[in-house]
């Protein structure tokens, strides 16, 4: 319809938000069905969070606008946290708060932007990052990875990839969609690449730091190569590790001139991030940071289960992930099979349709992450729905013809 904008032309709605919703959908038909689609913790927001939020409500201080990069009591609580956990000194006037780290992630891609920029992308990738990019109007040049080595970009990859018009590269680690993590030395060497390179900027989507195993230690890149920091946005949030999804709080430590852009831009969009929710995340970042490990204790546990139980699935192969809560096994092994249905599996989208079909077990089609084929599962739902759910997979993998 020519009343909508060009630039919509351009992007699709989340694959992951549609496979939830389509899971949800059957649900309310009355079929049985494990939604494995959807990134978020099944743990609830820890109570003294909730009443750093209920407190604010209360006293009336989350009842007018704030300040559009967020409350003074919010920005110092993110500065203590990147000097705690990363070494990283940010001012304040070099934080802003979003709606969320996507909003923090969208106004940094918006705000530097232009036609013929080229942002480097290591894919599988969070589904958002390409969208954003050609949003703004710029071009993502994906970097694919190999499972059989973790899902990790190369350096020489990396180096390869990188031209002139190269602004970012975004670099996520733990991963969504695979759950790779970079090691110190494998940061470094990421880094090490970006030095010979003093046009491009790195933004370091460090979501999911917090959900790592087996004595994993997580690095970002600005606190390895101090050097870097002047080029570095470090964007983070409470969504994961606080169970937070549903409070859209985000967000970054950069060079004042990209935080003052990106506050710009957000002036004309949302203003400031939800009152109530950013007094909650002071609570969150100063408060306890015990439920963490308990937390990780169950994830690392789920993680190993479903591992296992997909390496034993007839043409899977999973590798085990270092964080996150995802695992991303190939299934390449099932293509050219023949599903209950009938149906012949060709790609990916046909294999988690007919699953869907079949078991009632949603993940979603690794083609949307721009590596295939293969499908991304969320553990985070009761250990017994993920066992059950493996269970059906492992039982519609060898029922294929
Ligand atoms: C890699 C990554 N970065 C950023 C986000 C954004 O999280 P939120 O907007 O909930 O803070 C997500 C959410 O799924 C993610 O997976």
Request: proline share 7%.
């Amino acid at each position: 319809m020519a009343f909508l904008a060009e630039s919509l032309k351009r992007i699709k709605p989340s694959p992951t938000i549609a496979v939830t919703d389509m899971a949800r959908a059957l649900k309310a038909a009355g079929r049985d069905i494990i939604g494995l689609g959807v990134g978020e913790p099944d743990f609830d927001t820890p109570d003294h969070i909730k009443q750093a939020a209920c407190d604010a409500i209360k006293s009336g201080k989350a009842s007018k606008y704030t300040a559009v990069d967020g409350i003074p009591e919010l920005k110092a609580a993110i500065a203590r946290k990147f000097k705690r956990e990363n070494g990283l000194d940010y001012k304040p006037s070099q934080i802003i708060v979003g709606t969320g780290g996507k909003q923090v992630l969208f106004n940094a891609l918006m705000a530097t932007l232009n036609p013929g920029d080229e942002v480097i992308i290591p894919a599988p990738y969070w589904v958002s990052y390409p969208d954003i990019v050609l949003l703004a109007g710029a071009t993502p040049v994906a970097v694919p990875t190999k499972l059989d080595l973790g899902f990790k970009m190369k350096p020489e990859a990396l180096d390869k990839a990188i031209t002139k018009n190269t602004k970012w590269l975004i670099f996520n680690s733990p991963s969504n969609p695979t759950g790779a993590a970079y090691t110190r030395d494998e940061v470094k060497a990421i880094t090490d690449v970006l030095m010979k390179h003093p046009h491009v900027w790195v933004l370091s989507d460090d979501m999911y730091e917090h959900l790592v195993y087996d004595d994993f230690k997580f690095f970002s890149p600005a606190q390895v190569e101090p050097a870097l920091y002047e080029r570095t946005l470090t964007l983070n949030g409470v969504s994961k590790a606080y169970c937070m999804t549903g409070w859209r709080i985000g967000y970054g430590g950069a060079p004042e001139p990209l935080t003052k852009a990106m506050a710009t831009l957000q002036s004309q969009s949302t203003t400031n991030a939800n009152a109530a929710a950013q007094w909650a995340s002071v609570a969150a970042l100063d408060g306890p940071q015990d439920f963490i490990p308990k937390h990780n204790k169950v994830f690392k546990e789920r993680r190993d289960l479903c591992v296992a139980m997909l390496n034993q699935s007839k043409g899977l192969k999973c590798p085990k992930p270092e964080g996150a809560f995802y695992v991303y096994p190939s299934c390449e092994g099932t293509i050219g099979r023949k599903a209950p249905s009938g149906r012949t599996i060709e790609t990916d989208q046909d294999f988690v349709t007919a699953l869907l079909d079949a078991e009632g077990v949603a993940v979603v089609q690794g083609s949307a992450f721009g590596v295939g084929p293969a499908f991304r599962l969320s553990y985070a739902v009761g250990t017994p729905v993920l066992e059950e759910a493996c269970r059906r997979i492992q039982r519609f993998c060898g029922g294929l013809k």
